[in-house]
Structures are given as C-alpha cells and as structure tokens.
T-cell receptor, first 110, second 111 residues
Framework: KNEVEQSPQNLTAQEGEFITINCSYS?????LHWLQQHPGGGIVSLFM???GKKKHGRLIATINIQEKHSSLHITASHPRDSAVYIC????????????FGKGTLLTVNP | DGGITQSPKYLFRKEGQNVTLSCEQN?????MYWYRQDPGQGLRLIYY???????QKGDIAEGYSVSREKKESFPLTVTSAQKNPTAFYLC??????????FGPGTRLTVL
C-alpha cells in the first residue's frame, strides 16, 4: 500500500470550474510537495508546505498536519491547467527522500 | 538560465546493452536524485547523492549504477541486469532538505 494516496485518479472539468485534488498520507511528515507534470513528461514543483496554506496565482495548497491531509485547489480552471498533479511527502530524517502519490490526471475542457 | 538538463529525451537500446543517461545541473545544488516512472505508478527513487563522491541506493537500485565525480553531474547507467528497463527516467536536484527541481526526463525503450 502506497503511503501517499491521491484522489481522484482522474478528473475532468469545464473551463472556469473550481478544482480540488486531495492527498492523504499515513506517515509523519516534515514537508509535503505538490508537483505538476505536463504531457511531455517534465515536472514542475508548485508548492512545498509544512503547515497552513500557500497561494500562487490561481493555485492554492493547504495542509492539515493533524488529519494528515493536503489539498490542491485551482480556481477559474483553464485548459492549460490540464496535467498530472502529484503530491509527495518527505518523512524527515537526514536524507531528503520523497514518497510520491500516483498522481491525478486533470483534463480541463474549453 | 539555471536548470537541470537530461539527455537524450528519447533513447532506444537493444536488450542486453548497458546505457548511460546524462543529468547535469547548474543550480549549485548539493543533492541529486534519479527516479523511475512507470504508467500508473508513483515515481520511485533509484539512487540519490547528497555530496560529491557519495551516493546511496534508493528503493529500486538493482540493475542500476551511478557516479558523482562532479557536483554538476550525476549520470545513471542502466545495466543489462535491470530486468525491465523500459521506463521514463527523471533526474532532480535540491539544496539539502529543500524542494526538488526536476529535469525534463529521458524516455528509455529497450527493444
């Protein structure tokens, strides 16, 4: 069983809709990452957070340490937001090993 | 521009051949990582290096080897011992314990 679980696996939305992707983890963590992977394969880091909430443009990431849960929200979604969104957890320790979720495939239709 | 480069983007090899994937970064990061991505699975760590001339096995190191002779470079060799080498390979780097920056990836197909 993967220690990091994402839901949903696939998500289809219409342009302009509010999107939420969820991430739950079963281990204690020191930080959680949200990443974006486009069809070409390259990965971009969106957020790294260990508490509270972060916002960048139309993207918002929140984390609840007690509930071991994080969400990524996209406001006013656009077709260019179509990508795979991946959450990854760092459990701490002397190395910087990440445990990755399997990703959520988001498709935003015009 | 600072970043991570991986070459080539697509690589084809015959079964039984060793192949080396390149990863270079000019971000002055100490730590570098190699991940493998298969359809329907999360990224899995192959090897990582926190400092020059030192590296550690990740979760799926069997059939792979690495070197870290320079801070900027962390090549990955996929050996003939790797049972199922066809996959998408991603390299990343970071300042210790900070967010990781990823390269564009190399898609390896073994024929």
């Amino acid at each position: 069983k993967n220690e990091v679980e994402q839901s949903p696996q696939n998500l289809t939305a219409q342009e302009g809709e509010f999107i939420t992707i969820n991430c739950s983890y079963s281990v204690g963590i020191s930080a959680l990452h949200w990443l974006q992977q486009h069809p070409g394969g390259g990965i971009v880091s969106l957020f790294m957070l260990s508490s509270g909430k972060k916002k960048h443009g139309r993207l918002i990431a929140t984390i609840n340490i007690q509930e071991k849960h994080s969400s990524l929200h996209i406001t006013a979604s656009h077709p260019r937001d179509s990508a795979v969104y991946i959450c990854a957890a760092h459990s701490g320790g002397s190395n910087y090993k990440l445990t990755f979720g399997k990703g959520t495939l988001l498709t935003v239709n015009p | 521009d600072g970043g991570i480069t991986q070459s080539p983007k697509y690589l084809f090899r015959k079964e039984g051949q060793n192949v080396t994937l390149s990863c270079e970064q000019n971000l002055n990061h100490d730590a570098m990582y190699w991940y493998r991505q298969d359809p329907g699975q999360g990224l899995r760590l192959i090897y990582y290096s926190q400092i020059v001339n030192d590296f550690q096995k990740g979760d799926i190191a069997e059939g792979y080897s690495v070197s870290r002779e320079k801070k900027e470079s962390f090549p990955l060799t996929v050996t003939s011992a790797q049972k199922n080498p066809t996959a998408f390979y991603l390299c990343a780097s970071s300042i210790q314990r900070h967010e990781q920056f990823f390269g564009p990836g190399t898609r390896l197909t073994v024929l």
